[in-house]
């Protein structure tokens, strides 16, 4: 199984971004994926997952969406209203708890490269 994030960039405040995470070599319709983000000089922080139901935490709340196309075998990280707080590199990464694995990091078991979003203030 593999993980490939992409979409990230260099983008102003205020702009929108959306990142796609391609699962190949399995499925996610029976897992969870969550997005996790990680700034520099701070911890990894999940930002959301989508599975049974879909969630985000209070600080991209309203502003971030997570969606998939099973079809595609990729989920998405909507994200508008961005801010420079939201500078991080973002992953992507699968758990086999459909409920969603929040922010328990060993319940992940696959994970995706990163990929680095920039907002600019």
């Known amino acids: 199984v593999q993980l490939q994030a992409s979409g990230g960039g260099l983008v102003q405040a205020g702009d929108s971004l959306r990142l796609s995470c391609v699962i190949s070599?399995?499925?996610?319709?029976?897992?969870?994926v969550g997005w996790f983000r990680q700034a520099p000089g701070k911890e990894r922080e999940l930002v959301g997952f989508?599975?049974?139901?879909?969630y985000t935490v209070d600080a991209v709340k309203g502003r971030f969406t997570i969606s998939s196309d099973n079809a595609k075998n990729t989920v998405y990280l909507q994200m508008n209203s961005l801010k420079s707080e939201d500078t991080a590199v973002y992953y992507c990464?699968?758990?086999?708890?459909?409920?969603?694995?929040?922010?328990?990091?060993?319940?992940?078991?696959?994970w995706g490269q990163g990929t680095l979003v920039t907002v600019s203030s």
């Open positions: 990464a699968r758990s086999p708890y459909y409920a969603g694995a929040y922010d328990e990091v060993r319940k992940y078991d696959y």
């Open positions: 070599g399995g499925t996610f319709s029976a897992y969870s």
């Open positions: 989508i599975g049974r139901r879909t």
